[in-house]
């Protein structure tokens, strides 16, 4: 589960910011999760509550999921689509060959303090 290690590293890295803008208190995480990343958005509701508390700046944060589409650029025909949905080739002319433009990492959009 690499949701676990991907919370401790936002963890970590919303706490070296906040350290690092004297911050000593953050109220919430926006995080962008993409559709193709592979991450499970309700493993980061179940478990963030039990990663923050290793994280006294955290304390009181809330978590908030966006989840971003997963979209390509056909090879074939420069038509974009949705690469979930479609299961990675273009529904009309049915080419597999892609540029993937979005929807596979896991992002901290933002940081409220």
Known sequence: MHELGLLTQMAETVT????????DHVCGIVLEVGEASGALPYTFEEYFPMIKEDYPVL???SLRLLSIKSRALCAGCNAVYDLMKNEGAYPRCG?????VLGGTDVIIKQILY
């Open 59 to 61: 304390r009181d944060a």
């Open 95 to 99: 080419e597999k060959a892609k540029t």
């Open 16 to 23: 070296r910011a906040a350290n690092e803008n004297n911050i």
